[in-house]
Nanobody, 119 residues
Framework: QVQLVESGGGLVQPGGSLRLSCAASGFTFSNYAMSWYRQAPGKERELVAGISSRAYATNYLDSVKGRFTISRDNAKNTVYLQMNSLKPDDTAVYYC????????????WGQGTQVTVSS
């Protein structure tokens, strides 16, 4: 059974940091690109960052460039999103997603983890 389980969300003050993790199971993790999406209340889901299957390529939403870093550990079947200098606008539910290629639409989603940036 293909499964993606996110963790690491929470409440953080502006300027703070969080690291999200997504543990994958039920498929050959190293064969797939992975991405992080987010959805804020009343807004559409947007791609935050993506990473290719062997981590040769990454892409980022313009508003998070220089603040967020996506990485993966294929030995641990886990993808990470390190988020620094967090802003209130980063408040959203963050989802991990699997796709065949970094440019492909996801075919599997995690359940999401809430990130709230507030003082």
């Amino acid at each position: 059974q293909v499964q993606l389980v996110e963790s690491g969300g929470g409440l953080v003050q502006p300027g703070g940091s969080l690291r999200l993790s997504c543990a994958a199971s039920g498929f050959t993790f190293s064969n797939y690109a992975m991405s992080w999406y987010r959805q804020a209340p009343g807004k559409e889901r947007e791609l935050v960052a993506g990473i290719s299957s062997r981590a040769y390529a990454t892409n980022y939403l313009d508003s998070v460039k220089g603040r967020f870093t996506i990485s993966r550990d294929n030995a641990k079947n886990t993808v990470y999103l390190q988020m620094n200098s967090l802003k209130p606008d980063d408040t959203a539910v963050y989802y991990c997603a699997r796709s065949l290629f970094i440019s492909s639409n996801p075919d599997t989603w995690g359940q999401g983890t809430q990130v709230t940036v507030s003082s």
